[in-house]
């Protein structure tokens, strides 16, 4: 019999296999040996690691999200915590780049009618250029796996407000970090709301402190080692 070693990138996804393989006939593959490592991935840091430069604010703090499928990136629920934010202040802006459907999604949510508080970004590979023109960071998803944009984000020296989903919980221990339950644009709003007139002074120690933790933790080197360091076990 073959001795299976499996990597995962997302603990939960370790432990899905961990118990299906102990109720499957196939579990014998994993007998006299085989490993299930959680590895999670790592990313370029040359696109991101200091290239912030002070931004040149108007009078809009600005929020970015990634467009996407909406069945997983959700940007209605962040839509929706916009409708909301809007009632409570004017002072900002939700950037959202397009993905799959993201431009459907948001034409058909505001039925053509676009606020002046929802701008739609093409995508670009000068991805230091946009997040030097926006605050912080979204992620609405209702699922991920690692999700490469809330590292380069939170690398870069933006704070993430994130939905807490399994998938993106490994930043939720950074202190730039903000959660919210997921598909609960209410709680979104919430966020979007503190972030917004958080102590810039305090807010940017807690970004040094979230740059280098990622730094360390999701550099492709470290990615290298862990998977080097797996494969010596076997």
């Known amino acids: 019999i073959k001795i299976l070693n499996l990597i995962s990138v997302l603990v939960e996804l370790k432990k899905f296999v961990e118990t299906w393989r102990k ?4 579990g014998t593959l ?8 959680f590895i999670p991935n790592g990313i370029e840091l040359s696109r991101v690691l200091n290239k912030r430069k002070p931004r040149i604010s108007d009078d809009k703090f600005i929020f970015l999200a990634f467009g996407g499928r909406n069945s997983q990136k959700r940007i209605d629920v962040l839509l929706e915590a916009g409708k909301e934010l809007i009632k409570l202040r004017n002072d900002f802006q939700v950037f ?15 039925q053509g009618n676009l606020p002046s508080w929802v ?6 590979e000068d991805i230091a250029s946009l997040f030097n023109s926006v605050d912080c960071f979204i992620s609405s998803s209702e699922h991920e796996t690692f999700s490469y944009a809330i590292c ?13 989903i399994a ?3 490994w930043n939720a221990k950074n202190p ?7 598909n609960d644009p209410l709680a979104l709003c919430k966020q979007m709301n503190f972030i917004i007139d958080a102590d810039k002074e305090e807010l940017e120690k807690q970004i040094q402190v979230t740059i280098e933790n990622n730094r360390r933790d999701y ?7 862990n998977v080097i360091s797996f494969y010596k076990q076997i």
């Open 167 to 169: 998938g993106t919980m």
């Open 176 to 182: 730039s970090t903000r959660l919210f339950k997921v």
């Open 96 to 110: 959202i780049t397009k993905g799959t459907d993201t431009e459907s999604v948001v034409n058909n949510y505001f």
């Open 23 to 26: 109720r499957s006939i196939y």
């Open 30 to 37: 994993f007998a006299g040996g085989g490993k299930i490592q």
């Open 219 to 225: 550099s492709l080197e470290q990615w290298a080692h």
């Open 152 to 164: 380069e984000a939170s690398v870069f020296g933006l704070p993430v407000i994130q939905s807490d």
């Open 119 to 124: 701008i739609l970004k093409d995508q670009t």
